[in-house]
Nanobody, 118 residues
Framework: QVQLVESGGGLVQAGGSLRLSCAAS????????MGWFRQAPGKVREFVGR????????YYTDSVKGRFTISRDNAKNLVYLQMNSLKPEGTAVYSC???????????WGQGTQVAVSS
């Protein structure tokens, strides 16, 4: 079975940085997309960005473009979300997700809380 476990959330001041990690286990992920999502209080979940495991191609939603970076460590099966220049509206529960590229995000982590103070 595939398991995803996020870590690294916490409280940070606006303008600060935080790096989230997603530990993936249970299989090889060579044909997978690994995504990051967030859900703020009272709002729907939104897509943040994703990385294609094979090759490392990334894509980001406009609101985080230029500030967030997704990367992965192939040997450790880790996916990272580096968040710089954080804004208060970035306060949310951040979750990682994974799935075969043709099938979408089938597996989800438990989420980690990020709070950005103004």
């Amino acid at each position: 079975q595939v398991q995803l476990v996020e870590s690294g959330g916490g409280l940070v001041q606006a303008g600060g940085s935080l790096r989230l990690s997603c530990a993936a286990s249970g299989r090889t992920f060579s044909n997978y997309a690994m995504g990051w999502f967030r859900q703020a209080p009272g709002k729907v979940r939104e897509f943040v960005g994703r990385i294609i495991w094979s090759g490392g191609s990334t894509y980001y939603t406009d609101s985080v473009k230029g500030r967030f970076t997704i990367s992965r460590d192939n040997a450790k099966n880790l996916v990272y979300l580096q968040m710089n220049s954080l804004k208060p509206e970035g306060t949310a529960v951040y979750s990682c997700a994974a799935g075969p590229m043709a099938e979408g995000y089938k597996y989800w982590g438990q989420g980690t809380q990020v709070a950005v103070s103004s």
